[in-house]
């Protein structure tokens, strides 16, 4: 199964996400004069958008129990789900890429723990932080 490899950032002058793919830069050729990166938003490499690189995440390849595409820096909230004979209680857990793999939380993200845990996007890190702070 082929999977697209695309990133998002927030724009350096808008709270506004751009899509597509990721250019890493380093101070010297940067108007900026430090690291930056920008994302390239269509087929020609002048048509980018730079953005704020701690913003910078990458697309799981997932979706949530809606059908929204999960990345990288998202708030997922788990609803409850059983597992074997207990009940699981819901909460809210960041998303994150770790050793060659996405993880939600305490456990690895994939499609079966979407599927079983009705995993839902409801906010991402950097525009939303408050929604981890019900966490604790």
Same mark, same amino acid.
């Given at each position: *199964? #082929?999977r697209?490899?695309k990133?998002?950032?927030?724009k350096?002058d808008?709270?506004?996400?751009?899509? %597509?793919?990721l @250019?890493?830069?380093?101070k010297y050729?940067? =108007?900026l004069?430090?690291?930056?990166?920008?994302?390239?938003t269509? @087929?020609? &490499?002048?048509?980018?958008?730079w953005v704020? =690189?701690?913003t910078?995440g990458?697309?799981t390849g997932?979706k +949530?129990?809606?059908?929204?595409?999960?990345?990288?820096? +998202?708030? @997922?909230s788990?609803?409850?789900?059983y597992f074997?004979?207990?009940?699981? =209680?819901?909460?809210?857990? +960041? @998303?994150s890429?770790?050793?060659?793999?996405f993880f939600?939380?305490? %456990?690895?993200?994939?499609?079966a723990? &979407?599927?079983?845990k009705?995993?839902e996007?409801?906010g991402?890190?950097?525009?939303? =932080? #408050?929604? *981890?702070?019900?966490?604790?």
């Amino acid at each position: *199964m #082929e999977r697209e490899i695309k990133f998002r950032g927030k724009k350096l002058d808008k709270d506004e996400w751009v899509y %597509g793919y990721l @250019v890493h830069i380093g101070k010297y050729y940067s =108007p900026l004069n430090e690291s930056s990166c920008y994302i390239v938003t269509g @087929v020609q &490499i002048d048509s980018h958008t730079w953005v704020d =690189p701690e913003t910078v995440g990458q697309s799981t390849g997932l979706k +949530d129990k809606n059908g929204k595409e999960i990345w990288e820096g +998202d708030i @997922v909230s788990r609803g409850e789900y059983y597992f074997g004979d207990c009940l699981e =209680p819901a909460g809210n857990d +960041d @998303v994150s890429f770790d050793d060659g793999c996405f993880f939600g939380g305490n %456990g690895e993200l994939d499609s079966a723990n &979407i599927h079983n845990k009705n995993i839902e996007v409801i906010g991402n890190i950097h525009s939303n =932080p #408050e929604l *981890m702070e019900e966490k604790k």
